[in-house]
C-alpha cells in the first residue's frame, strides 16, 4: 500500500508541479511536514506510456485521450513501480509517525502491486485527470495471468483497478487517502485481455472523507461491466496507522 501510496504522491506532484517548484504536496502548508526533494529522485521508468503488449484498443483509447490532453482540460498521470532513494523512505515513515511495521532493507525491495507483473499478463493501465470536472479516467487492459472464471477478468482484479482509479480521484483532490471503503456491483464480466474504461467522479467531500463512484464499461461503450462507489479518508500527517 505505501508503495502505492508515495507513487500516487509523486503522481501528484508530477500533475500540480510547476516550473521551479519540486515540491510533494504532501509537504504544501497544511497537509505535513515533509521536507521537498528534488523530482530528480525519480528515476524510473513512466509505466503509462504505450507498450508492445498493449492492445489495438488500448493505443487508440490511449492516443483519443491525449489529443484531449493537449488544451489542458486533461492531464495524463504517470506511474512507476517504484524504487525510493532512503531519503524518501524516511519521509515516509515521518508521515506515518514511525508506524510502517516493514525494515528499511524490505521497504526498498518493495513494489507496487499493479506494476509488478511482467509487461501484458497483468495490469496495463492509463490514467488521465480532468480537474475542472473532478474526474479521473482509467483506461485499463487485464492481461492473462489476471483470470478468474475462464476467459474472464478476477473480480478482485477489477476491484484493484476501480481501487486505485478511486483513490487517485480523491488523492488528486484532497493529497494522501486511504480507502475506507469500496462498494461493487458486477453487472457483466471482463473478457480477460479487453479493454474497459473507468469512469470515476468526485461526487462529495465531507471534512476528510472524500466520496468517489464510477462506472467501469467496454471500449465501445455498450457494456455496462461495474459500478462501484468508494469512500476514502484523508490521512493526518503525524498519526500512526496503527
Ligand atoms: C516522499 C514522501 C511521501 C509521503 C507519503 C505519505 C503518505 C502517503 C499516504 C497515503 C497515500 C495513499 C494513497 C493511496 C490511495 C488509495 C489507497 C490505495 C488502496 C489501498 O490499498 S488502501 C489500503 C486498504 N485500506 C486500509 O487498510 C484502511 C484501514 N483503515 C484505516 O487505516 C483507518 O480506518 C483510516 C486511515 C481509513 C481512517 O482512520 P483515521 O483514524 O484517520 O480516521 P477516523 O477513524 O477518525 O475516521 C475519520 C472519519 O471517517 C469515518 N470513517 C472511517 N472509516 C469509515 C468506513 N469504513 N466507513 C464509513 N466511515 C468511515 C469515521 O467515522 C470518521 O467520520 P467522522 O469524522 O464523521 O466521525
Same mark, same amino acid.
Do not use: H
Given at each position: 500500500?505505501?508503495?502505492?501510496?508515495?507513487?500516487?504522491?509523486?503522481?501528484?506532484?508530477?500533475?500540480?508541479?510547476?516550473? *521551479? %517548484?519540486?515540491?510533494?504536496?504532501?509537504?504544501?502548508? *497544511?497537509? *505535513?511536514?515533509?521536507?521537498?526533494?528534488?523530482?530528480?529522485?525519480?528515476?524510473?521508468?513512466?509505466?503509462?506510456?504505450?507498450?508492445?503488449?498493449?492492445?489495438?484498443?488500448?493505443?487508440?483509447? #490511449? %492516443?483519443? #485521450?491525449?489529443?484531449?490532453?493537449?488544451?489542458?482540460?486533461?492531464?495524463?498521470?504517470?506511474?512507476?513501480?517504484?524504487?525510493?532513494?532512503?531519503?524518501?523512505?524516511? %519521509?515516509?515513515?515521518? #508521515?506515518?509517525? *514511525?508506524?510502517?511495521?516493514?525494515?528499511?532493507?524490505?521497504?526498498?525491495?518493495?513494489?507496487?502491486?499493479?506494476?509488478?507483473?511482467? %509487461?501484458?499478463?497483468?495490469?496495463?493501465?492509463?490514467? #488521465?485527470?480532468?480537474d475542472d470536472e473532478k474526474r479521473v479516467v482509467c483506461i485499463c487492459q487485464g492481461g492473462l495471468y489476471l483470470q478468474g472464471p475462464p476467459g474472464f477478468l478476477h473480480g478482485g482484479a477489477l476491484a484493484t483497478l476501480i481501487d486505485i482509479t478511486l483513490g487517485t480521484n480523491a488523492m488528486v483532490a484532497g493529497g494522501p487517502v486511504m480507502t475506507a471503503n469500496l462498494d461493487i456491483s458486477f453487472k457483466r464480466p471482463v473478457p480477460l485481455c479487453s479493454v474497459v474504461v473507468i469512469n470515476s467522479q468526485l461526487d462529495k467531500v465531507e471534512g476528510r472523507k472524500f466520496f468517489v463512484s464510477c462506472n467501469v464499461r467496454s471500449v465501445d461503450e455498450q457494456t455496462l461491466h461495474t459500478e462501484g462507489t468508494g469512500l476514502f479518508i484523508k490521512l493526518e500527517p503525524g498519526k500512526s496507522l496503527i
Open positions: 500500500m505505501l508503495r502505492s501510496c508515495a507513487a500516487r504522491l509523486r503522481t501528484l506532484r508530477v500533475l500540480r508541479r510547476q516550473p *521551479g %517548484d519540486a515540491r510533494l504536496p504532501g509537504s504544501q502548508p *497544511g497537509s *505535513g511536514k515533509l521536507r521537498s526533494f528534488s523530482f530528480e529522485d525519480v528515476t524510473e521508468k513512466d509505466q503509462a506510456l504505450p507498450k508492445p503488449s498493449w492492445s489495438k484498443d488500448l493505443r487508440l483509447l #490511449f %492516443d483519443k #485521450f491525449m489529443k484531449k490532453c493537449e488544451d489542458g482540460s486533461w492531464k495524463r498521470l504517470p506511474s512507476y513501480k517504484t524504487s525510493y532513494t532512503t531519503s524518501t523512505i524516511q %519521509d515516509i515513515r515521518a #508521515f506515518f509517525s *514511525g508506524s510502517i511495521p516493514l525494515k528499511e532493507e524490505l521497504m526498498s525491495q518493495a513494489r507496487l502491486f499493479t506494476r509488478s507483473f511482467e %509487461d501484458g499478463l497483468g495490469f496495463e493501465y492509463v490514467m #488521465f485527470y480532468n
